[in-house]
C-alpha cells in the first residue's frame, strides 16, 4: 500500500483557484506502479470521484464538473501528484481525498483504490 498525505487546501473566493499535492510513500511497490486519482465529499453527500491519472501519467480523465476547470498531474520523481483547480464554485467545497489504484490505470470508482489521504477541506465562498 501507499501513504498518502494532501496538502494545499483552505478558503478561496468563487473564481479563485487551488493547487491541491499529495506526497505518497510507496510500501513494496513504486510510486509509478500506481494510478491516481482525487475524490471528494461534501457534508451529507457520498464521495465522488474529482479526476484520475494513469500510471505514467499520460493519460487522465475527469468528472463532468471538473472539466475545464481542473487539471490533474504527477511527478514519478518526487512521488508527487497534484490537481489544480480554477474558477472554483461554491459547489466545489468538500473534503478532498488522493487515492492509489493498484491497478495503474485509470479507475473512477473508489473501490479500486486501495490506499487513501486524510483529506484535505476545500471551501470557496460565493
Known amino acids: 500500500q501507499v501513504q498518502l498525505v494532501e496538502s494545499g487546501g483552505g478558503l478561496v473566493q468563487a473564481g479563485g483557484s487551488l493547487r491541491l499535492s499529495c506526497a505518497a510513500s510507496?510500501?513494496?511497490?513504486?510510486?509509478?506502479?500506481?494510478?491516481m486519482g482525487w475524490f471528494r465529499q461534501a457534508p451529507g453527500k457520498q464521495r465522488e470521484f474529482v479526476a484520475a491519472?494513469?500510471?505514467?501519467?499520460?493519460?487522465?480523465y475527469y468528472a463532468d464538473s471538473g472539466k475545464g476547470r481542473f487539471a490533474i498531474s504527477r511527478d514519478n520523481v518526487k512521488n508527487t501528484v497534484n490537481l489544480q483547480m480554477n474558477n472554483l464554485k461554491p459547489e466545489d467545497t468538500a473534503v478532498y481525498y488522493c487515492?492509489?489504484?493498484?491497478?495503474?490505470?485509470?479507475?473512477?470508482?473508489?473501490?479500486?483504490?486501495?490506499?487513501w489521504g486524510q483529506g484535505t477541506q476545500v471551501t470557496v465562498s460565493s
Open positions: 487515492a492509489a489504484n493498484p491497478a495503474g490505470g485509470i479507475s473512477t470508482t473508489p473501490r479500486s483504490f486501495n490506499s
Open positions: 510507496p510500501s513494496g511497490r513504486t510510486f509509478d506502479s500506481y494510478g
Open positions: 491519472i494513469n500510471w505514467s501519467g499520460d493519460r487522465t
